[in-house]
């Protein structure tokens, strides 16, 4: 019922996406992840841990995360529009990214959409590298090549070899929100933190650290760090008109205190000077 319900809700409208700003330790907006959401007409609302595995084993997948990379190029225009240059990031199945066309599709929705490459993020899961490594590492520097950027998600979770990332053209690691949550006081989660963080140091790679709820946690990966962070601490998923509404209150907010901050300078050196 689910797979029927689901391709009939791809096929009419019934699918829409939500993003979730990624914040800097100022919090200031340093991207933002799509996220799929599936309301049926009745008003009751699937999760996405539901059906996407539903998508996954029937192969709706593939059209929905092309639908998905259209969808963010147009997303990416309007905030563009408003003001904010906002790199986007996108989640890729394992399905979606072995199918043999991946490279061609993404390449032709970006010609004609007109969108950058790079202010894409094509999020996979550590688990695609366990299999077909040659295969994947091969396909992401193809993906690299158009300019696209690669992100591992839920990094610190699989069992594959950190070999892997010197292989790969990689340009960010996400912090599974597991180990964020104990941070920082289980000393185990806060070791495996630590050690991402000083990793991607060492790599040259951006951090997202992903379930960022206390204070707390926000506060250690400040002080450890140069991690971007994402959460319902700074920033719940948001339909794109609320965020763009959104993105504008804190232009202006950001405006009145550079001119608060220009004005109070002036007064400074007019004192010196007196």
Known sequence: TLERD?????DHGGLSLHLQLQVDAQRRPQGAELLMRW????????PP?????????SGLIVPLGEWVLREACLAWHALVRVGH????????????????DFVARVESILQETGVPPGQLVFEITEGLLVDRLDQTVARMHELAALGVRISVDDFGTGYSSLAYLT??????????KSFIRDTPHDKNGTAIVQSILAMAGHLDLRVVAEGVETAAQAEYLGQHGNASMQGWLFHRPMPLDLLVRHLGVVKQI????????????AKVNEAKAA
């Open 254 to 265: 950001g405006a009145r205190r550079a001119a608060d901050a220009q004005a109070t300078e």
């Open 167 to 176: 292989r790969m053209p990689l340009y960010e690691l996400k912090i599974d």
């Open 6 to 10: 689901l391709g009939l809700a791809l």
């Open 49 to 57: 841990d539901q059906f996407i595995p539903v998508a996954e084993s």
């Open 39 to 46: 309301r049926r007409k009745d008003g009751s609302s699937v």
């Open 85 to 100: 240059r906002l790199p986007l990031s996108v989640n890729v199945s394992p399905m979606q990214f072995r199918q043999p």
